[in-house]
């Protein structure tokens, strides 16, 4: 067997279990063996029935005092009890539907039990723990059980069996180099350890094992695109920004922000593809910046794109960068898919041919029917919407274009180094003067009426607000206030105003139509779900009220309350959440305090890893199946430190000694999209 065969080649895989394996994404004896837990349960530690603590399972050792009774209270459902106790304390046990335990215990034995405590003084007891014989091996008391994520009809038992079995054949090839292995836990007991654990020592040395490889095959494989960037050549803009573009400017750029200009104006020059993340707050200043490389491109006799992940946001940017463009003579177009007919077909010969220099679109920019005349920069914005995929397409249509993707989520450097590795990082860290920093709160839902009242102040001065809710619609299993509910609540309470919805389970056009009233002030109140993170600059919108605001990440939050303060009002974010956990209050307290995007960031990936960011992470790149940046960013360190060391005496990557490794790296990469074809 090897390890690219079907799942279906083991013992006991049929057809319907293959199909429980499919749903968790398991195809392979590789996706078996690589298919690791979620989380672990420590077993090991014991304790005594006094030391139990409510809510918190706990392993500890006590004599059945009482022999077991099952008592049946209604068809399909009986109880079976008894007393138990150890040195400290004498407690009450209660298992449900399991009466094989009255003749598997005996009054006077001791055995050892997991499970929690439940109920108060009154009557504390534990529910349907595991037990187990003291002369037996541990198998689910007194050692460490991984919990696996699963899908009804499959048990982790049957899972564990089959993860076993596969890791019977032969073919486990390591990747590490002989003189990291040294290092490390053998591959094999790696493997094993983290499937079975023998002890949270050994486990800890296991994931290091597993975790350091990951993260060293990805190191190089980022090394090895960047290395291919360098490889390729392109006609360079030498000509810089064009001093008209600094006339037209309104304003003085930032510090910040010329910065980040003068090195994708370096890049620009430089002869190589340019590949290029800038990042910085919502405001801040990246379309710009954006402006200002595209103007070096055309300066240069070249064509410059922007893609945007909405046709609004696409329309958007067109009006500002047009109206910019127009007193400087550069012909601009707006390509989405609803443009068509003959106007379609005229843009489209326009661009073909070089009269149109600037083009600003959405996904339609990539579509096989948009030829240009001389492609030479791709600006993407919000590119987390996007893959290395879409982005290859889009750079194809020029020869080797350079490529700046914006963001507006402000990740720490390390992190986005990991995030966008292929790309280089320029960073926005402040805010044009005269920007009113936006005042924000953290509330109960007790505060709805003067809430209500401060909607009903905003409105009244000419203002719009926005209110984000987590769900979209009523769900009994999660209580979280709905779009829906809330659009029907607020336009009882404010009759005579225009309330507008959103949420992502609406079609395009109708969420377009939606955010295109709010944007022309047709509507004076916005409820949404978070589909608005990324959402058009709606200047007159100063208020934003977050709904079960505990139910966010702090960049998520961030980033919604950058959709206000957009002009020179003084604008607000009401956080409305009953959460009275101290660490989320200590958390959303936080975004109180400061408006510092980075700052925010910092704190997230602190207090919840980047678990936020991740979820913005661009498609095309290995996912990490093993490795977690909250805990082992001492091992990413490592790997990294160790992957540039391989590679400065190592940088063939067609050295036949080394042949598997940069085969793996290949395949790891190609798999998630076309990054070494």
Known sequence: MALSDAVTTLRGVGRSKAALLEKLGIRTLEDLITYFPRTYEDRTKLCTISELIPGEPRCFTAMVVTQPRTSYIRRGLNSTRCSIADSSAKIRVTWFNQPWMSKNLQAGETYCFYGTLTGDEKGKQILNPVVERLDGPPVVTRCVIPIYPLTKGLSSKALQNLIFQAMEQEELPDYLPRDLMKDFMP?????????????????KLARERLVFEEFFLYALGISMMRARRDRESHYPCPLPVPQSFYGRLPFSLTAAQQRSLDEISTDLSSGRPMNRLLQGDVGSGKTMVALGAMLQAVENGCQAALMAPTELLAA?????????????????ALITGSLTGAKRRRLMDYVAVGAVKIVI??????????????????????????????????AAKGNAPHMLVLSATPIPRTLALILYGDLDVSVIDELPPGRQSIETFLVSSGYRQRLNGFIRKQVDAGHQVYIVCPAVEENEDTNLTAAETMFETMQDTFPDLRVGLVHGKLRSEAKDYAMARFLNHETDILVATTVIEVGVDVKNATLMIVEDADRFGLSQLHQLRGRVGRNSEQSYCVLVSDNRNPETRKRLQALCRTNDGFAISQQDLDLRGPGDFFGQRQSGLPMFKNASLAEDLTVLKQAQAAADSFLSTHPDPEDPDYGPLFGRVRELFSRSDDTFN
């Open 187 to 203: 591959l094999r007991p790696a493997y094993t350890e983290v499937h079975r654990p023998t002890s949270p020592e050994t486990l």
């Open 316 to 332: 958007q940017h067109y009006q500002t960068i047009s109206a910019f463009l127009e007193p400087l003579g550069i012909q601009c």
């Open 361 to 394: 679109g959405t996904h339609a920019l990539f579509t096989d029917t948009t030829d240009f005349y001389n492609l030479g920069l791709v600006v993407i914005d919000e590119q987390h919407r996007f893959g290395v995929r879409q982005r290859a397409a889009l």
